[in-house]
Nanobody, 125 residues
């Protein structure tokens, strides 16, 4: 059983930076990809970024390209999301998730098997 625990959310001013972490435990080696999604109040959950465990391939949503960086520490089973130049539009609950299918689309929410409980990120204007 895979368990994902997010941390590092909080309140930051517009233009600031924040880093959220996802600690993974369980049968990690069987999982192919880790990703971050986010859900703002009243909106659907959306893809933010993903990274593969083995070859470190990264994919970003257009809305965060150039501002967010996803990274993974295979030794620590941790995935980080560094968020820079934040805007109020980035306010959301951020979730990490894992997918074991290399043929699935990184942005396809339904492909992810395990999810964390989420961490709140609030950006004030």
């Amino acid at each position: 059983q895979v368990q994902l625990v997010e941390s590092g959310g909080g309140l930051v001013q517009s233009g600031g930076s924040l880093r959220v972490s996802c600690a993974a435990s369980g049968v990690i080696y069987a999982n192919y990809r880790m990703a971050w999604f986010r859900q703002a109040p009243g909106k659907e959950r959306e893809f933010v970024a993903s990274v593969t465990w083995r070859n470190n391939k990264k994919v970003y949503a257009d809305s965060v390209k150039g501002r967010f960086t996803i990274s993974r520490d295979a030794a620590e089973n941790t995935v980080l999301l560094q968020m820079n130049n934040l805007t109020p539009e980035d306010t959301a609950v951020y979730y990490c998730a894992t997918d074991d299918n290399p043929d699935s689309s990184p942005g396809a929410m339904g492909a992810y098997d395990y999810w964390g409980q989420g961490t709140q990120v609030t950006v004030s204007s």
